[in-house]
């Protein structure tokens, strides 16, 4: 019941697998599962229906190709498909046009368009441009002070309205007062509001005619159920949107909705939030989402977040150690540190490749508190011990776990993962010249596994 | 048997329905009226459904399938409603698919009607009443909607800003607290909200308050670290006041689909939830997500909301809820 879209599907594949030929049959039996999956995961029943209905006459009517097996045929079918639906290829932003150039943000009360909108401007002030960030939502409480806050935190300008002042004469006065802050883009929090209210609505084509902006973003919740189509429908009707951000997708929803979206109205979704810190926010690549969802990992992602996070300098200073096979507990510690900033490890092991079909893996917490433990019994060595952990004796790693909070068994374990690091590592060298980030990875499924 | 003893229910509900008749005439109609857009999806397919119909066969239970699944109801629960059906119709020896209209409404009503203890303030003083939720589903209304009711009902509620993490989520609890004209017990954000709550308890023992209801801050239900957290808000209350709370209410999104499962699941393992408050039914989402949950859980619905003024939020009584889902327009 509870397991997730890509478990499924392996279910489905695997059993595929085991299949010399595809017949008729067993097609039927995949594509029942795989219909079951999709309803489970949210996505619109028609929807589930045309992909279904496209999937059989494709896999019925081709000849399997003789590099593959007739599973791993409809696994690429599925994926093509998926790809499809998800649209091509990443949507960006358009921003062309006369500064201030104006983004609405638009969706249903709690979908998260006040978050999204600040997430958005962190987004684009590290691209180098100068956005502002103006709250429309006169109706919630203290839904103004948040977006203050939050422009705060991400410091870019706030356009501050005045008590009582309406939607309308927000935004016209913001427009001025982006002009007069040299901002190039204008991102406006509209409120949250039903897609039955006739009213709001009106209020929304009004501020789109006030501001002509050349992007219209729908903030949808990931773990929207069939709704999602009507609701999105509707909004596009009547505003004609430009893009789809996926909200809350760090949680366990299957993100059916994101499917269903962009099958019915065509909108190309081009964000997704996964989290609740400003920068949990990511440009959406369909092709990504499709391997996600098919168990085929997001190795990518994981890439660039490291090339993003993990400074060139050190990485240069890494290999050399490699190649001089000096790589001493104090490089094992920065190591840590660094895969630390790429975020929490749950995060990281939802894209690894493989890691849907390991059901005990994630259901064990990977405990982010044992880096801190690492970290602490580095920290309670000597440089020479650190250096050369080979002189480690009994007596001083007792001191050690005295000094770090820790037992001797714990250093031990730490050595021991540490040592097959080592040991890894002289094969990646050993081999081709090593990259940096291919390295990193191995190590780190290596350091922390033993814990 | 089973034909009467239903019948017998139907008609002790009937009484109580005349004796409450003026009263539950304007709930119903609001709930109605909210729900409306549902009723309008499920009825005007089923009117559809059946009209063309003079024999319920496989066809008929498929479409049905379909439909109950675009309401959200789910695979699992739709397959079993099925099964129900068809075990009861050939049971009755029913061939009218008509009546298939008021068999479906009775099973819905049957499992949502969770026979449990009911929700009582007036059980314990202070009644401690602790509401969680994943993200922007509504808590910090509700929360102000469930004041506001029970101040009407003559009680003395007492708000927490237990939201500590979210911006400005402790000055939108407030601004509601003045609307209501409540007490508000809050502490600056990034508090810890066990404390604050700790605080909230003793205020109101002073104060001799009757009901404090604790908001929390929203939060994803597969992250363990924040699920801890509210398992520590309920250890430190249960220090101040023993088996509080007395009350955890689970706030859903209509909307959601079928997470919500995965988020009752999670949130009743780790703070033991003893009511759902289904929010934001007056869009077109149809909420058949409870069904799923009902059967699952047997956790009561308590509460439903249904528009963003302060009175809409409604008791919920599950055969008014299955009526007004299935109910057509022109017969009442």
Redesign the interface.
């Known amino acids: 019941m509870f397991e997730n879209l890509t478990a499924r599907f392996d279910k489905v594949f695997r059993y595929l697998r085991g299949q010399g030929k595809l017949t008729e049959q067993n097609i039927k039996e995949a594509l029942r599962e795989v219909r079951l999956a999709l309803l489970e995961a949210d996505v619109n029943y028609l929807v589930v229906k045309d992909f279904i209905a496209r999937i059989r006459e494709r896999a019925v009517g081709q000849e399997v190709m003789s590099s593959l097996t007739p599973g791993q045929q409809v696994i690429k079918i599925v994926n093509e498909e998926l790809i499809k639906l998800l649209g091509e290829k990443t949507a960006p932003l358009n921003l062309k046009g006369t500064p201030p150039v104006p983004i609405m943000i638009v969706g249903l009360q709690g979908s998260g368009k006040t978050t999204t909108a600040a997430k958005l401007s962190l987004k684009l002030k590290k691209e180098k441009r100068t956005p502002c960030l103006v709250p429309a939502d006169i109706y919630r409480p203290a839904a103004i002070e948040q977006l203050k806050i939050l422009a705060n935190q991400v410091q870019v300008p706030f356009y501050s309205p005045n008590d009582g002042e309406k939607p309308e004469n927000i935004v016209k006065n913001a427009l001025n007062f982006a002009r007069a802050n040299k901002c190039d883009t204008l991102i406006v929090d509209t409120a949250g509001r039903l897609h039955v209210d006739e009213e709001l609505m009106e209020e929304l084509s009004r501020l789109k005619s006030i501001l002509t902006p050349s992007e219209i973003l729908l903030v949808a919740d990931a773990m929207t159920g069939q709704d999602a189509v009507k609701i999105a429908e509707e909004f596009n009707q009547k505003l004609e949107l430009t893009g789809v951000v996926l909200s809350k997708l760090d949680g366990d929803a299957r993100g059916g909705a994101a499917l269903s979206i962009k099958a019915v109205t065509g909108c190309p979704i081009k964000f997704v939030g996964l989290g609740e810190k400003i920068e949990d926010f990511e440009v959406f690549h369909p092709d990504r989402m499709s391997s996600r969802i098919l168990g085929m990992g997001d190795v990518l992602t994981i890439i660039e977040k490291a090339q993003e996070t993990i400074d060139e300098e050190s990485a240069k200073r890494l290999v050399k150690k490699l190649q001089e096979d000096t790589f001493t507990l104090e490089d094992f510690r920065d190591q840590l540190r660094q895969i630390r900033k790429l975020g929490s490890l749950e995060q990281i092991l939802g894209m690894l490749p493989g890691m849907g079909m390991l059901k005990e893996l994630k259901n064990a917490q990977i405990d982010s508190k044992e880096f801190v433990k690492i970290e602490a019994i580095i920290n309670s060595m000597t440089k020479e011990e650190r250096r050369k952990p080979n002189i480690l004796n009994a007596s001083r790693k007792r001191r050690i776990a005295r000094g770090s909070g820790t037992t001797v068994q714990d250093i031990n374990r730490l050595l021991k993962s540490y040592e097959q690091a080592r040991k890894m590592m002289r094969q990646v060298t050993g081999s081709t010249k090593p990259k940096a980030t291919k390295g990193k990875k191995k190590r780190k499924k290596r350091a922390f596994f033993p814990f | 048997m089973i034909k009467w003893f239903r019948k017998g229910e139907d008609t002790d509900s009937a009484n109580k329905h005349q004796l409450e008749k003026k009263e539950q005439k304007g709930l119903f109609s609001k709930l109605k009226s909210g729900l409306q ?1 549902t009723r309008k999806q499920l009825s005007s397919k089923l009117d559809s459904l059946i009209k063309g119909k003079t024999v319920i066969d496989e066809e008929l239970y498929e479409e049905l399938e ?1 439909m109950l ?4 109801v ?3 629960a739709t397959l079993q409603l099925i099964d129900r059906l068809k075990s009861e119709i050939k049971l009755q020896k029913i061939e009218n698919p008509q009546e298939l209209y008021h068999i479906l409404q009775r099973e819905i009503a049957t499992i949502l009607d969770i026979s449990s203890s009911p929700l009582d303030p007036t059980t314990h003083k202070p009644f401690v009443v602790m509401v969680v939720g ?5 808590k910090t209304t509700t929360i102000a909607k469930l004041a506001h009711f029970w101040k009407s009902q003559g009680f003395k509620p007492l708000l927490v800003a237990g939201d500590t ?5 402790i ?2 609890l ?3 607290a003045e609307k209501i004209g409540v007490p508000i017990v809050k502490q600056r954000a990034g508090a810890d909200p066990a404390a604050v709550a700790y605080d909230a308890l003793d205020s109101a023992i002073a104060k001799k308050l009757d009901i404090v209801i604790i908001d929390t801050a929203g939060r ?3 992250k ?1 670290n924040l699920m801890e957290e509210l398992k520590k808000i309920r250890r430190v209350i249960a220090k101040k006041v023993p088996d509080a709370p007395h009350e955890t209410l689970l706030v859903l ?1 209509a ?8 988020q009752t ?1 999670m949130f009743k393992e780790n703070t033991d939830i003893s009511g759902i408050i289904l929010t ?1 039914l ?5 909420g058949g ?1 409870v069904i799923g949950i009902c059967h699952e859980f047997q956790i009561p619905v308590r509460f439903i909301g249904i528009g963003e003024g302060l009175e809409d939020l409604r008791p919920f009584d599950p055969e008014a809820f299955a009526k007004a889902l299935l109910e057509t327009d022109n017969d009442e």
Not at chain 2, 134 to 138: A, I, K, P, Y
């Open positions: 857009k379909e699944i675009t309401c959200d789910g695979v699992d994943v993200n922007g589903v509504g993490f979210r911006a400005a989520a000055d939108q407030t601004l509601w994803m239900h597969t363990t999104d909307t959601t689909g079928q997470n919500a499962i995965s699941k934001k007056d869009g077109t989402a149809k997500i």
